[in-house]
């Protein structure tokens, strides 16, 4: 192995002034200018997690014979663009074009194991790992390229897949380098990494191709995917959770609805297959109007769910106590507030598909689960298969913004495929079924006192939080597919999920002396999963809410308050430059501005969200007029990527705020479709402006979850600065604002 | 079961199904097309949205007993040869107007079917417009942006 004395040679490199040019201009001029290479620093900090067990590059990184690179992730595409970013980070440490940089994301025994897309993560992970594995591929290349060419690696110039001898002007292809093997290295610290100041594509705005392939009407998604001889198949769903099946009465089908191909009952999960797809809708929906099923156990009455959950829920858990928030409370007047959060659907616009192929040996499945990787390990379980006889390739569906249907609906296909094995079997889920069977994200309740000091500080803060699972995403715990819940005998879930990420961001990032999280776990009515932000959505809007009524009490302006509470330069950047961006703002009659803050989990990005609202108080109608974010992910990747999260973020938790909310009766959910389940519309949707404060020397972190929980707080900071009506129950509706 | 004949994207296709068949699952399913999606069912998402003889239709919940004749315009016959896109579809493209792009269908057929009547629309009747098209990752902004760039451009 030949040393490479990156230090010196940085330092060379440093001392000679070099400039980095754009290499695309480079194809013409080759042979009077060479290239400069861009200046790199040694990366010495934390590798990800993800590349935990994935430590070579080439579990990253191939070379390709034709002059690409092949990039693999385990992360996959939603809508969020980790495709492009990946690939930008690669081109950017291998001096490439970017359109020779090809990124496969997620297959079973083909890319990296990176369990869940979720959690803002998928930046600080995967593409962190690509670049780190993209940074040693350089360096093997031009150390193995040294010795073919039989020259100092000062000598010799990489990008575009080449690497040459200044000198000699001999130059080797990566493919020749490598002479048909791959880079088994493992990563290992020091890395050296392209200093920022010299990145072509990373921290650009560089629009996503597959954007290009959507406007077109070219396959892009599960849904798109056709294969000959596929058949398609609808399962008919129980009548309630606990349901089972009691008789069906399917010999009338065949007359009734033609190219149905078979029925398939296990235990009360029922299936039909049909050679089209409409067909096999009729057949379910003739199925489902011959069938009866036990009741299933009682929903408790809406109206007082939050009592219900209070009543079923375990003694609390003290996840944080600084200080002595007791001895504080119990000397001072102190506020206090109730907030609460209805359960929200993940509502994704394109119902979960699934398609599966067991051709008597391996079962394939083609998803868009979020973690293909757990999901065949639940399903291996269920099927009591070998997984390695599992294959699952991930295909992008319609934006689900969590644990959503799309296991699920692998699991059907799945269970359908190996009783009608050599065909491409397809799975398409009606919207009812995904409105009704969706994990919502859990309803919550956070109370929070807090007290004063006599400089009108915040002296002491207790929360106490009442959370349900927020993930029950699949893992070998079976249970965790919801038709393993209906097969003979049934498979229910062993365990509770992740309970931690309900008390997420109930801590308040300001400097407070006294400090105690209460977490009170419930298992409650309804399945619940990971919706984006977690329990952060529910705890920022009373942190951020109540932060407003505590500058109140202190007689102090909203974001001053804040800002007299904060230490972090980068949160004061945030809440500066949004006090900044709406400093012109006038407001009229019945118009209002509202703030809200956030560091997501404490830990990653800072968020400083305005609101400006009008209301009505004589029908309690909101309109919301504009929306200002600004935002520091630490290193931007794709510019117009993350201004695009935060956008739609903004909105959607907007529309979370003022209109969502999972509807039932004792006997049923009735939130069944669009209309039982509205949405923002294009008449109520803001104008939104989104601020980014680049900080290219700063770990990169996600961002798709982060505008989504200060967006609620600022939207109700916004009303009642508006009317003086303060709403502590979402969603916001009119009806509670003429209440008030 | 009966046969249909009829006139997509230019073309005169066959197609024998039966009469109830919702003209979304005759245009995905039968003749492979891509551009308009399954939302719903229901017609309340837009997702599946066509062109009519040039007016925007609800593909989901139309028989294709009652097409008969009418000329019928998917996203893929937008685009004039294989190459030039149209001018609503470039827009969407340039102003990256999309998140999952799932609903994108619907926004740029609404989007042809609106400029076809009013090619200088309004902020307000943009959104009128479009009120029947939902998009879930909040990418509304710039579907707007990306509609006032297509009537500039057309």
């Known amino acids: 192995m030949t040393t490479l004395h990156l230090k010196s040679r940085r330092r060379f490199l440093k001392n000679m002034g070099f400039i980095s040019v754009g290499f695309s201009l480079l194809g013409s001029c080759l042979e009077v200018e060479d290239p400069s290479m861009a200046t790199r620093m040694d990366f ?6 993800s590349m935990g067990h994935a430590k070579t590059v080439n579990a990253w990184l191939e070379i390709l014979e034709d002059g690409n690179i092949r990039v693999l992730s385990g992360k996959v595409e939603l809508g969020q663009g980790i495709r492009t970013a990946i690939q930008q980070v690669a081109a950017e440490e291998l001096d490439m074009d970017l359109e020779k940089v090809l990124v496969h994301l997620a297959e079973t025994g083909r890319t990296p194991n990176e369990g869940y897309t979720g959690a803002s993560a998928s930046i600080q992970n995967s593409a962190m790992s690509v670049r780190y594995a993209a940074a040693t591929a350089r360096q093997e290349l031009l150390a193995l390229a040294s010795k073919k060419l ?28 490598l002479e048909g093997e791959q880079i088994e290295k493992e990563v290992m610290l020091p890395i050296p990494i392209k200093d920022y100041r010299e990145h072509r594509y990373v921290g650009k705005s560089i629009p996503r191709p597959d954007i290009g392939e959507m406007v077109r009407g070219q396959p892009t998604y599960i849904q798109d995917l056709r294969f000959p001889g596929m058949v398609h198949a609808r399962v008919v769903r129980p009548s309630g959770y606990e349901s089972k099946l009691v008789s069906m009465n399917g010999t009338g089908l065949i007359d009734e609805v033609s190219g149905v191909l078979k029925t398939v009952v296990k235990g009360s999960f029922v299936g039909v297959i049909a050679e089209r797809e409409h067909q096999a809708i009729q057949a379910s929906q003739y199925l489902k109007n011959n069938s009866e099923w036990t009741s299933a156990k009682p929903f408790p009455e809406s109206e007082s769910l939050y009592d219900y959950i209070k009543g079923m829920a375990n003694a609390p858990e003290t996840v944080k106590n600084e200080g002595d928030v007791a001895k504080a409370i119990n000397s001072v007047e102190t506020v206090k507030s109730i907030f609460t959060k209805p359960y929200i659907k993940h509502a994704s616009l394109g119902p979960a598909c699934g398609i599966a192929m067991f051709n008597g040996d ?26 390695d006889k599992i294959h699952i390739t991930s295909v992008p569906g319609a934006g689900c913004f969590g644990h959503s249907t799309a296991d699920d609906a692998a699991t059907d296909a799945a269970l359908l495929a ?10 398409q889920w009606s919207r009812q ?25 915040i002296n002491s803060w207790n929360v106490e939080v009442w959370t349900d699972s927020h993930s029950t995403r699949p893992n070998r715990d079976a249970g965790t597919l919801l038709a393993a819940r209906y097969l003979e005998p049934p498979i229910q879930m062993k365990s509770r999920g992740y309970l931690g990420g309900g008390h997420r961001n109930a801590d308040p990032y300001y400097t407070i002396p006294n400090l105690r999280v209460n977490a009170h776990y419930y298992n409650g009515p309804f399945r619940v999963s990971s919706l984006r932000s977690l329990g952060s959505f529910a705890n920022i809007f009373a942190v951020e809410s109540f932060m407003d009524v505590m500058a109140d009490k202190a007689g102090q302006d909203p974001l001053e308050f804040r800002l007299n509470h904060l230490e972090d330069e980068r949160a004061i950047a945030v809440i500066q430059k949004v006090q900044a961006l709406t400093s012109a703002q006038n407001k009229e009659d019945g118009e209002g501005i509202g703030y809200a803050f956030m560091r997501y989990k404490n830990t990653d990005a800072y968020i400083a969200v305005a609101a400006k609202v009008t209301v009505d108080k004589n029908n309690g109608n909101v309109g919301l007029i504009k929306m200002w974010a600004a935002v520091d992910v630490g290193e931007v990747i794709n510019m117009d990527g993350l201004t695009n999260q935060i956008e739609g973020g903004m909105i959607q938790a907007a529309s979370w705020t003022l209109k969502e909310e999972v509807t039932f009766n004792t006997t ?24 980014i404060i680049n ?27 508006a009317s003086g009506f303060r709403i502590n129950d979402l969603p916001i509706t009119p009806e509670k604002i003429l209440k008030s | 079961m009966p046969t249909y004949h009829l006139n997509v994207n230019g073309s005169q296709k066959m197609v024998e199904t039966e009469a109830d068949t919702p003209l ?40 294709i007993a009652s097409i008969g004749e009418a000329e019928i315009t998917t996203l893929e016959g937008l685009a004039s040869g294989n190459e030039k896109l149209h001018k609503v579809q470039q827009a969407f493209l340039d102003e990256q107007a999309a998140q999952c792009g799932y609903c994108l269908n619907g926004m740029v057929i609404t989007t042809v079917g609106l400029l076809n009547k009013n090619p200088n629309p309004t902020d307000v009747e943009i959104r009128n417009a479009l009120q029947g098209n939902l998009c879930r990752c909040g990418t509304h902004s710039r579907i707007i942006r990306a509609i006032k760039t297509a009537a500039k451009n057309l």
């Open chain 1, 44 to 49: 010495e900090g934390k590798l990800p997690g």
């Open chain 1, 150 to 177: 039989n020259t100092p690696i000062d000598d010799l110039l990489l990008y575009n897949g080449i690497i040459k001898s200044k000198q000699s002007r001999k130059s080797l292809t990566f493919a020749e380098i």
């Open chain 1, 362 to 387: 391996v079962l394939h499945i083609w998803s868009h689960s979020q973690g293909i990787y757990p999901l065949r390990e639940g399903l291996a379980t269920m099927l009591n298969m070998d997984p």
């Open chain 1, 418 to 427: 190996l009783e009608y094995p050599g065909k491409h079997l397809r799975v």
């Open chain 1, 433 to 457: 079924d995904e409105h009704i069977w969706d994990p919502y994200g859990p309803a919550m309740i956070t109370e929070i006192e807090a007290s004063l000091d006599e400089n009108h500080k």
């Open chain 1, 668 to 691: 049923e959910i009735t939130s069944t479709d669009w209309i039982k389940y509205p949405i923002l519309k294009f008449s109520e949707v803001p104008e939104v402006e989104v601020t």
């Open chain 1, 695 to 721: 900080r290219p020397s700063e770990n990169a972190k996600g961002a798709g979850e982060v505008p989504v929980p200060p967006t609620a707080a600022a939207i109700a900071n916004a009303i009642y600065n």
């Open chain 2, 24 to 63: 979304l699952y005759v245009l995905r399913d039968y003749l492979e097309l891509n551009g308009p999606k399954f939302g719903c069912g229901l017609a309340q998402c837009g997702s599946c949205h066509i062109l009519i003889n040039g007016n925007v239709a609800t593909s989901c919940t139309l028989p």
